[in-house]
């Protein structure tokens, strides 16, 4: 196995990874960021404000991507494993 293709497998499997993960990121920086302001605004410290938002919103954020995410990640596993031969030999 050449490096350019070890190379391309690596840059495959980064951008696969950003991509699922983006957008769960995404919907908890922005409920962190709202509840930072809320929490500003109203002088309220409480620890746990924080962070049972941004679980709450991640975890909706998992069943409303959950789908996409999976076939994300099945067609680059299915994209791995149909070019095993090439990658072995």
Same mark, same amino acid.
């Given at each position: =196995?050449?490096p350019?293709?070890v190379?391309t497998l690596a840059k495959q499997? %980064?951008?696969t990874?950003?991509?699922?993960c983006g957008?769960l990121?995404?919907?908890?920086l !922005?409920?962190g960021l709202? %509840? ?8 309220i410290?409480?620890?746990t404000?924080?962070?049972i938002?941004?679980? !709450?919103a991640?975890? %909706?954020g998992l ?5 996409? =995410?999976l076939?994300? =990640? ?5 994209d791995?494993f149909?070019?095993?031969t090439?990658?072995v030999g």
């Amino acid at each position: =196995m050449s490096p350019e293709v070890v190379i391309t497998l690596a840059k495959q499997g %980064v951008y696969t990874t950003l991509m699922i993960c983006g957008p769960l990121l995404l919907v908890a920086l !922005v409920v962190g960021l709202v %509840v930072s302001v809320f929490q500003a605004t109203t002088q309220i410290q409480e620890q746990t404000l924080a962070f049972i938002p941004k679980i !709450v919103a991640v975890l %909706v954020g998992l069943v409303f991507f959950g789908p996409w =995410m999976l076939s994300r =990640m099945v067609a680059f596993t299915h994209d791995i494993f149909s070019n095993l031969t090439r990658f072995v030999g």
